[in-house]
């Protein structure tokens, strides 16, 4: 009797593929194995092992590989893996490989990653001879010799840091008897991971609000998930890093995983999680994010895998990383919208966390100044243990003054603004370079102006590909779509009557940075935003600018608005929130508050009094009444009322089909038989479908799109009748893509 592997491919099938398994060592779950599939070699993942197989014996092919580098991937991850491909409509495979880093998904390249380095060490004939037979001048050769003077073991790529030459050098070396070759000792997955001391710098005094936290933390038995609700500056990442250091302290192979919303932010972190844990190795601090080089991702993807990184900081896609010893997950600003994926598998990193840690039977920390109304609403019905932080951690630093600049009553008492800002800002601005302060100008649009019009017809710059108007970009004189990437040149006059009289309408950060220049004479102005940092290490050689003080105004979009702790800001000026009031998504309002609560809070950090000032022209609206007070809690309960009669999330659950297809016609056709291979199935009674509609922006690049909402006040029968759905949908034709999205947060 032979034996059969079932394994899980990356292919859009929500089943396993069965193959004969016939290599010498025997198989394991959770291993990983090349196979053939189609024409081609894949990697997949071992899920079960059978004596017997449905498929007759003449179609079924054999396993030609197998990852003897990497330890199988344990029960506990594949279960995580099962879950979220189950809860988010997918299939295993396209949930379990895309988690794993591009290496190890190419066979090809196992041999290379999992090569054990040649390593050297100075024998004493060498330590005698090698230092006089040396070149007096020869600085490199000296330079190596002395790091084999240091080193028990020289690693070949270290010795190659040192000398571009040092293979032939040592071959040389070897040749004469002064170096050895040794074996590279290899770490056991799992051992037992260093102890996890402090830096030797005195640790910062809590609150007792901080250290009532921490104690709730470090406390907990089992799953035990905490909303850290803490005003901006508040210190929750002091609370992080003494409840990880007392957990980790307490079980020395645990590890710890912690997430931050987006990837500029993890440099910041890991600055912070170093210099606690200082005496650690550079492999027990790892971090995962998307802007990791493919070799970095995979060497700490592996030091995660085998235990022997103690502290994982990622973005959403390290809630995926295979940690074996996981002991706590953190999600900082847990309330971000980055922490959703918005392509491919459509999962929440937050929701995900919470199922790992309650899987796992292990603590999470949800820590943000605006928790997002799901959490809250968690924590009003007492399902999350609430810790509350109400002031900043510096005693002297309060909390900033939030004023309203009224724009429709400083244009009617006749004060003039300049390029879309407001006198009193402007002389806000100018009173902070005067005292050696910096000054923070938010805006939420890059580039220079959003329209590029004329005035004689009416001619709008639009993308050819897209339903959009093309983003004047000024400093590279060129019109580009921020959906597709198209550019184009700006035109000298209007392509449609000759009109050279052609304007920008609006404003993007470009276009502020201009205006402040002029405005506010001798400011040094910094802008910080997609455009300005598209190379890799921009981002955080400008945010050093702006740590080191050689800014006076910063000037950005939302990568500027959370997370940071600009020490030397005292003032935040906001520009053009009001667009956000009348959005027909109904999470605007719940977003456009955090969003200025986390803006706000990079003012008077450091104790110098803070100030924001908001341009809008309603100042009487309910968002920045409550803003203006600093008061979430009443906005969220107010919110929470308000989605509650109106029967919207987290009072019912949705889900969301959208189409692509080359005509809007095609897309709406498929959503319709969609809906009426719907109504049939069991359970469709309890669940809502409305009527398919374009996206807002209904065609990106030359694919028009459609989406289908589906409501239920119950979780389990939305899942069921997705479920039931999934054959219908992969039956039906005529679109480019399908996909269905759960718990969607665009509507």
């Known amino acids: 009797m032979g034996l059969f592997v079932r394994v899980a491919v990356d292919q859009p099938m929500p089943v396993l593929f069965d193959y004969r398994y016939a290599l010498p060592d025997a198989p394991v779950v959770g291993m990983l194995v090349q196979v053939p599939f189609g024409r081609r070699e894949v990697v997949g993942l071992i899920c079960e092992i059978a004596d017997s197989s449905d498929v007759p014996e003449g179609k079924l092919r054999a396993v030609t590989a197998r990852c003897d ?17 189950d809860y988010y409509q997918r299939g295993l495979g396209e949930v379990a490989l895309p988690a794993l880093p591009q290496a190890l998904r190419d066979a090809s390249r196992w041999n290379r990653l999992f090569a054990v ?31 084999l003077a240091n080193e028990p073991a020289l690693a070949l790529s270290d010795a190659r840091a040192l000398h571009p030459k040092a293979s032939v050098t040592f071959d040389d070396w070897l040749a004469r008897g002064w170096i050895e070759t040794v074996a590279a000792r290899v770490e056991a997955p799992g051992a037992n991971g260093p102890a996890l001391p402090t830096g030797a710098a005195p640790l910062p005094v809590l609150t007792d ?13 089992g799953f035990a998930p905490f909303l850290l609700h803490g005003v901006t500056g508040s210190g929750k990442t002091e609370v992080y890093l003494h409840a990880l250091a007392a957990l980790l302290t307490a079980r020395p192979d645990a590890q710890a995983l912690v997430l931050v919303p987006e990837i500029n932010l993890t440099p910041q972190f890991e600055a912070a999680f170093r210099a606690r844990f200082a005496a650690l190795t550079d492999s027990s601090i790892v971090t995962m994010h998307s802007g ?21 900081l990622g973005t959403r896609l390290a809630i995926l990383a295979s940690m074996p010893k996981l002991a706590i997950i953190v999600v900082d600003e847990e309330h971000d919208p980055a922490y959703k994926q918005q392509e491919g598998l459509r999962y929440s990193a937050r929701d995900l966390a919470i199922y790992r840690a309650k899987q796992l039977d292990i603590p999470v920390v949800l820590g943000s100044a605006t928790p997002s109304l799901e959490t809250w609403w968690q924590a009003e019905q007492g399902r999350y243990t609430r810790l509350t932080l109400t002031r900043r951690a510096v005693a002297e630093a309060a909390l900033p003054a939030v004023k309203l600049i009224d724009l429709e009553e400083e244009r009617q008492r006749g004060r003039a603004s300049v ?9 806000a601005l100018k009173t902070r370079v005067e005292r050696g302060e910096q000054s923070l100008v938010f805006l939420n649009r890059r580039g220079y102006a959003p329209i590029l019009s004329c005035d004689a017809c009416g001619w709008v710059a639009g993308c050819p590909r897209c339903s959009a108007y093309a983003v004047l970009h000024k400093p590279e004189r060129a019109l580009r779509c921020h959906h597709c990437g198209w550019e184009s040149r700006i035109p000298k006059s209007c392509p449609d009557c000759g009109n050279i009289d052609i304007a920008p309408m609006g404003r993007g950060t470009q276009r502020v940075e201009e205006t402040l220049a002029s405005v506010v004479p001798g400011a040094r102005v910094l802008r910080i935003d997609a455009d300005s940092t598209r190379r890799k290490g921009s981002a955080q050689a400008l945010f050093s600018d702006v740590h080191a003080g050689e800014v006076d105004i910063l000037v950005g979009t939302q990568m500027i608005a959370k997370g940071h702790d600009f020490r030397r800001v005292t003032l935040v000026g906001v520009l053009n929130a009001d667009t956000a009031l009348f959005s027909h998504d109904f999470r605007a309002s719940e977003r456009l508050f955090a969003q200025l609560i986390q803006v706000s809070g990079r003012a008077g ?30 906005f969220a309960n107010s919110t929470l009322a308000e989605r509650r009669d109106a029967r919207l999330p ?5 889900a969301m089909l959208r189409a692509e297809g080359r005509t809007l016609e095609a897309a709406l056709g498929f959503l319709e038989q969609a809906a009426a291979a719907f109504a049939p199935l069991p359970g469709a009674d309890r669940v809502t479908v409305y009527d398919a509609v374009p996206l807002t922006i209904v065609k990106v690049f030359n694919v028009h799109r459609a989406q289908l909402l ?38």
């Open 419 to 427: 390029d879309g800002l407001a006198g009193p800002l402007i002389a």
């Open 117 to 147: 380095e040649p390593r050297f060490r100075l024998l004493p004939q060498g330590r005698a001879q090698l230092p006089d037979a040396l070149p007096a001048r020869a600085i490199a050769l000296r330079r190596l010799a002395d790091a």
């Open 605 to 634: 950090r450091a104790g110098l009094p803070g100030e924001v000032l908001i341009q809008t022209r309603y100042p009487r609206h309910a968002l920045y009444l409550a803003l203006s007070r600093q008061d979430y809690v009443g």
């Open 710 to 747: 589906l409501e239920s006040a119950s979780r389990a029968a939305l899942q069921a009748s997705l479920r039931a759905w999934q054959p219908a949908l992969r039956s039906l034709k005529g679109v480019l893509r399908w996909n269905v999205e759960v718990d969607p947060l665009d509507v």
């Open 69 to 85: 580098g990497c330890a199988p991937l344990s029960e506990a991850w594949i279960a995580l893996a099962s879950f979220a491909a």
């Open 650 to 654: 987290p009072f019912v659950y949705q």
């Open 209 to 221: 609000e901080q250290r009532d936290a921490v104690a709730a933390i470090s406390g907990a038995q």
């Open 292 to 312: 990791l080089a493919e070799g970095e991702r995979a060497r700490n993807w592996l030091a995660a895998h085998t235990g022997s990184a103690r502290i994982v």
